[in-house]
């Protein structure tokens, strides 16, 4: 069963933790938090006091931290104090990659690895002993409300057949709505992200519910 986790990067910055808790009073178990530092991607959002903050208001909610951050290392601990549940390394900012990864189990927290859009799946096979999660970009991160790129639904189906017989949760990110959902849940995704389908909806759990459907 297919499940959404809401991104607060959509949310009104200025109810922040109110906005956290009215999304999982709607239903969600995982609530998506985008860390972007205005190098690897051109655009700054929050940090971990914010994260803390959100793990406070709302202790139940799981914390799905993607860090789009370059040297995602010297930030993982902090935001693994702050109660993330998961945290997801891209790929292309992280050399040391399987290193990386078994540092975030060492520490407690599921670990997750993000693939750019143009990103190939070659790395992946190597490093699935160390995974919880595999996030496949749906779109070239940095913002919300884009469009879903097309290519990525075969890309979906491919990461799901790597990742056949094995515990690692398939997550979507970018693009995700009542129209692109029914095809990423056919195409194998397990975990969607959805910012603006979900705060720019007027009922929360209604456009989840519809996304499932
Ligand atoms: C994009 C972020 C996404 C973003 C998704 O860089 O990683 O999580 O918030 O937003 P929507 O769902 O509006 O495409
Ligand atoms: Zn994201």
Redesign the pocket.
């Known amino acids: 069963m297919a499940k959404i986790a809401p ?4 949310s009104d910055f200025g109810r922040f933790s109110e906005q956290a808790c009215a999304a999982v009073a709607a239903g969600a178990e995982y609530l ?1 938090m ?1 860390i ?1 530092d205005g190098c690897f ?1 051109p ?1 700054i959002s929050f940090g971990a006091g914010v994260v803390e903050a959100v793990h406070k208001a709302c202790p139940q909610a799981l914390l799905d931290v ?1 860090m ?1 951050v370059n040297d995602p290392l010297r930030y993982a601990q902090d935001f693994i104090r702050a109660g993330a549940s998961i945290v997801t390394l891209h790929q292309e900012c992280t050399p040391h990659l399987q290193r990386a990864l078994a540092f975030l189990r060492q520490n407690g927290v599921r670990a997750g690895l ?1 693939l750019n859009p143009a990103t190939g799946l070659e790395t992946v096979r190597y490093v699935l002993d160390d995974i919880d999660l595999l996030l496949i ?12 790129i097309p290519a990525m639904v075969d890309k979906i189906r491919e990461a799901k057949a790597l990742l056949q017989g094995r515990d690692i949760l398939l997550e979507v ?5 009542p129209k692109t959902a029914s095809g990423l849940i056919e195409a194998g995704a397990e975990l969607l ?8 909806a007027p009922d929360m759990a209604a456009a989840m519910r519809q996304m499932l459907a």
């Open positions: 991104s607060m990067l959509a998506h985008d972007m991607v655009n993607h789009m993000a970009m749906t779109v070239n991160p940095g913002f919300g409300g884009q469009k879903l990110d970018g693009g995700v709505s992200v959805a910012g603006s389908a979900v705060f720019g």
